[in-house]
């Protein structure tokens, strides 16, 4: 039933009142934020990644097009990890072929891939990968759990692999987990998590993307880690971080927030919010993309998405998957079709 049937009782011509019926914020500028922010888009990714029922190829790629049709200009695709450890994304090589067009598009979708290893980039670049990401850890326990290794171990692991990335021209994003609280370890120092940083920086990796992998941040840690990693002991350029942050405790944005205020343009988030931590007890996950586009919207800030394609995408995608999206946003401007 439509809100506005039951209120108007006209069939649905009568205007709601508020902001629900602009559909999207006016935009007032605030000082000191940058006038353009990319959205790294992960949730075929990280967000399908945590998703039990697996996904058909076909949907993850229409999935992937309609990220792409409402804006999204990096959408993370796959992984190239063994199909064992994510069976989720065991399809990596099937769905990249279906996604070709995209990369011919001008300007080209980029469309990063998740590698772990040397074997896994070898398969990525004979499906014409053009960017990859690895994902290491801030924490010790964390580099255990996830990668079965010690953070010194997975550093050596990933040095061959951004090395013969960077002899074929390849950007490499280096992914950071726990950067703020781990959950063996607790609250995580910011030297611990800029002394890893700095050696996936000094390795070749061309953007490092800071995780708060439970969500456990708030805006004070963050502006802290990012005047450590951009101070005088060895700074990492600013324009070479990113944001991943997860909403577990609701501070998704207001990080986000502080994160642009230290001069971070690029911010990770997952169309609908899709994708958990399986480390998190509560794992309400990513950042959802509309939140973040109705921020940055309102902010004036260019992202260069269409907030109502990306949600009509994010509904869709909740459908296939027999459950709504937690986002927010994607509630408020949708609830007249719920
Ligand atoms: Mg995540």
Redesign the pocket.
């Known amino acids: 039933m439509r809100a506005a049937d039951e209120v108007a009782g006209d069939g649905g011509g009568a205007a709601e009142p508020g902001v629900l019926e602009l559909g999207l914020p006016a935009p007032v500028r605030a000082d000191g934020l940058p006038r353009r922010v990319r959205i790294h888009e992960?949730g075929a990714r990280?967000g399908l990644q945590n998703e039990k029922a697996v996904v058909p190829t076909a949907v993850k790629a229409e999935f992937v097009h309609r990220l792409a049709d409402a804006g999204l200009g990096t959408v993370e695709a796959t992984s190239f990890v063994r199909p064992s450890w994510v069976p989720q994304l065991a399809d990596a090589a099937e769905l990249m072929p279906l996604l070709a067009d995209l990369a011919g598009r001008d300007p080209a979708v980029r469309l990063p891939v998740l590698v772990p290893n040397e074997r896994g980039l070898e398969r990525a670049l004979d499906l014409g990968v053009r960017e990859i990401a690895v994902f290491g850890s801030a924490t010790e326990s964390f580099a255990r759990a996830n990668l079965n290794r010690t953070v010194a171990q997975s550093l050596e692991m990933f040095e061959p692999v951004v090395a013969r990335a960077g002899q074929e021209g390849l950007a490499v994003r280096g992914y950071l987990s726990m950067c703020f609280g781990d959950p063996w370890e607790g609250p995580v120092p910011p030297a611990q998590v800029a002394a890893v940083a700095r050696r996936l920086y000094a390795m070749g990796c061309t953007e490092l993307s800071l995780?708060d992998?439970i969500g456990v941040a708030t805006p004070g840690q963050v502006a802290a880690l990012l005047d450590e990693l951009t101070g005088s002991d060895g700074p990492i350029p600013v324009e070479r971080l990113a944001v991943?942050f997860?909403d577990t405790y609701g501070q998704a944005l207001a990080n986000t927030l502080a994160a642009l205020q230290r001069g971070v343009t690029v911010v990770?988030a997952?169309a609908g919010g899709l994708?958990g931590?399986p480390y998190a007890k509560s794992a309400t996950?990513?950042l959802a993309t509309e939140d973040l586009v109705w921020m940055l919207d309102g902010l004036g800030i260019d992202t260069g998405v269409d907030l109502d394609r990306l949600s009509a995408t994010s509904v869709w995608m909740a459908e296939q998957l027999g459950r709504p999206s937690p986002s927010r946003t994607v509630r408020a401007l949708t609830h007249r079709e719920q």
């Open positions: 992960v990280d995780g992998t991943h997860h990770d997952s994708g931590c996950g990513n």
